[in-house]
């Protein structure tokens, strides 16, 4: 199952995904193949804002965005592209998100121009590498088992014992032989995102699940510690995307029911 990253969405539609039930929860992102990917990364978007410049027009807030972004992808060859983590609301409901634009008929649908400054700094994205992108695979697979390549999922509290087991297996073995920053970084993401795309876990279980949630938090709290070059970051768009994922994953699991309560302290 192939991801595609692109950067001219606008949004994950996060909200949703958490709120689907169980019986049609499918994956949500895929990545192109490697030749492909930095081709995809100059849309038609990043065409019109330099022909913008060359006109001595002045960008649009969405604009000079996206050609940043752009350009933070293409001075590192290792980047396959940005997963977005946070897109923009919707104006008229602050629970819904402004749909990803992925063709050009979205691009002849949508008014990009009338997004602001502020708006745009409310997206985060976490920059993608081959590594990254292979942990991704590898972890949704690891937290959905047989699952993991079926169009249609069906889950009921039996998940959730899979997936406590599985995380004390993650920790004490792939997690621990992942030996530099770098590489725990990678993994952690990995499963962490997927832990959270896949979240009925935190509400259809038999209790007993806090210890783990608090130890995932704690693997975070010192893994962050390390400054972004051992991690193999970027400051602008990774470290913040994945703090925008972690708080987004405490928000959610420390919602659900539990007894005692769930607690995600990962700062």
């Known amino acids: 199952r192939k991801h595609h990253y692109s950067s001219i969405a606008l ?33 038609s978007k990043s065409a019109k804002a330099a ?20 350009a933070a992808k293409r001075k590192d060859p290792k980047i396959l592209g940005p997963m977005l983590i946070r897109g923009i609301p919707d104006s008229n409901d602050s629970d819904d998100e402004v749909e990803a634009e992925d063709d050009e008929d979205d691009e002849e649908e ?11 700094s409310i997206l985060r994205y976490v920059l993608i590498t081959q590594k990254r992108n292979d942990r991704l695979d590898e972890m949704r697979a690891f937290i959905l088992g047989d699952q993991a ?15 406590q087991g599985g995380f004390y297996d993650f920790k004490s073995s792939l997690y621990a ?3 530099t920053p770098a590489n725990k970084f990678d993994l952690l993401y990995a499963y962490t995102y997927h832990l959270k795309e ?6 259809d279980n038999e209790g007993g699940m806090e210890g783990m949630v608090k130890d995932l938090a704690s693997m975070w709290k010192r893994l962050l510690k390390n400054d972004d070059e051992k991690l193999g970051i970027d400051a602008e768009y990774t470290r913040p ?13 420390e919602s659900a029911y539990s007894e005692p ?7």
């Open 11 to 43: 949004c994950h539609k996060q909200k949703q995904y958490n709120q689907r039930s169980a019986s049609t929860i499918i994956a949500a992102i895929s990545i192109m193949p490697k030749h492909e990917a930095a081709a995809s990364l100059a849309p």
């Open 51 to 70: 022909k913008k410049t060359a006109e001595n027009e002045e960008l649009t807030p969405y604009d000079s965005y996206f050609a940043k972004l752009d």
């Open 110 to 120: 949508k008014d990009t121009s009338k997004y602001t400054a502020e708006q745009m």
């Open 149 to 163: 390549d079926h169009g249609m999922m069906m889950f009921n509290t039996s998940f959730s014992h899979e997936v």
């Open 177 to 179: 032989k992942a030996k």
């Open 198 to 203: 896949y979240d009925v876990w935190m509400h």
């Open 241 to 253: 995307g994945v703090v925008q994922l972690l708080e987004d994953f405490k928000e959610l699991v």
């Open 261 to 267: 309560p769930f607690k995600f302290k990962f700062q």
